[in-house]
């Protein structure tokens, strides 16, 4: 179960040249928000919107189609979606909500859904939660530390930031290539993220990343009654492309063997933390 429940598992890309221009991977994020968006099934999104500084992500409730391709592509850092879960629905005004988030915050926005602690009138107006992978994630100083010091690139000059094939890529504006080993991001972890057990957001409606199919392409879970709906209206309206997961390379072999390599490491280190930190002493669990 390391991949969670789902319906079907597709590789997948925005039939959108324009969204498809600035995506991280098959644009499915910002097409699915897009279309739900044009089609009345949400009033707007919570995405990671971009800040002042490069790749320094800020979350942003966006109602229009500008603003959601202003929040294309990944940032490798922080991006604090469910501060404004609450927001949305009051001085926003929005009833049917979009989020784009982590497999955290997909946790945090179920977790809030079945136990709304200060979340009057939030759970009902949730209208599409779409996930994306997450190996791990990074403070936004170790994302300058990683191009600016390692990289030896000005983060200013950065176009898209990638980790894949083993790699953290930088490339730039001007057409220039860095990568640096994983080995060397390590250290950069939020130390948080060494106890997580979900690596393809198994608790989203609509789950995506990049791991599994050809590059501009991207793995897609369809998992709740309400993700297969809107994703089947979204495929008859021709918004995405698709081919069988298992006509694509390197398939879901890849994607369940980093998701089991993921929850194997961390769950050993959230063991180790009830014996291994202080003589008598635990470090808290969270899962139980
Ligand atoms: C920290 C992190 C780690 C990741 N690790 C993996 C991985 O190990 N394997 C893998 O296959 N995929 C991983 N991804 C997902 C991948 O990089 C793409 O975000 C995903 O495939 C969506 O691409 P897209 O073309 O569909 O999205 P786009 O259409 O380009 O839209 C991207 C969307 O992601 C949102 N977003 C950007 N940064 C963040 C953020 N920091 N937090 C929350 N939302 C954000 C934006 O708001 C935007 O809506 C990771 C993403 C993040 C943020
Ligand atoms: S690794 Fe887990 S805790 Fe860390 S950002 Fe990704 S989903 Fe969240």
């Keep these: 179960m390391v991949l969670g429940n789902y319906k079907q598992v597709i590789a997948a890309r925005s039939t959108d040249p324009e969204i498809l221009r600035k995506a991280q991977d098959g644009g499915i994020v910002t097409q699915l928000f897009a279309y739900a968006l044009d089609e009345g099934i949400i009033d707007g999104a919570i995405v990671a919107g971009p800040s002042d500084e490069p790749f320094k992500p800020e979350p942003m409730v966006a109602t229009t189609r500008e603003e959601l391709l202003a929040s294309r592509g990944t940032r490798y850092s922080i991006s604090p979606n469910m501060a404004l879960i609450k927001e949305v629905t009051r001085s926003y005004g929005l009833d049917k909500v979009g989020l784009v988030g982590t497999p955290c915050q997909m946790q945090a926005l ?30 936004y100083q170790g994302i300058i530390q990683l191009v600016e010091d390692h990289g030896a690139t000005k983060l200013d000059n950065v176009s898209k930031l990638d980790i894949g094939k083993g790699k953290f890529w930088i490339y730039t504006e001007r057409g220039a290539t860095v990568d640096l080993p994983l080995k060397v991001t390590h250290k950069y972890e939020q130390p948080g993220c060494h106890v997580c057990l979900d690596y393809v957001a198994n608790l989203a409606d609509i789950s995506t990343g990049s791991v599994g199919t050809p590059d501009g392409w991207s793995s897609v879970f369809v998992r709740s009654a309400k993700g297969d709906d809107i994703w089947a209206k979204a495929i008859a309206a021709g918004a995405f492309e698709t081919k069988p997961m298992d006509s694509v390379k390197p398939g879901i072999d890849l994607v369940t063997k980093l998701a089991t390599d993921k929850i194997t490491k961390n769950q050993k280190y959230l063991e180790s933390r009830a014996t291994e930190y202080g003589v008598g002493k635990a470090l808290r669990n969270p899962y139980i």
């Design 110 to 139: 179920r977790k809030g859904q079945l136990y709304p602690v200060g979340l009057r009138d939030v759970a009902d107006k949730i209208a599409l939660a779409v996930g994306i992978f997450c190996m791990e994630n990074f403070p």
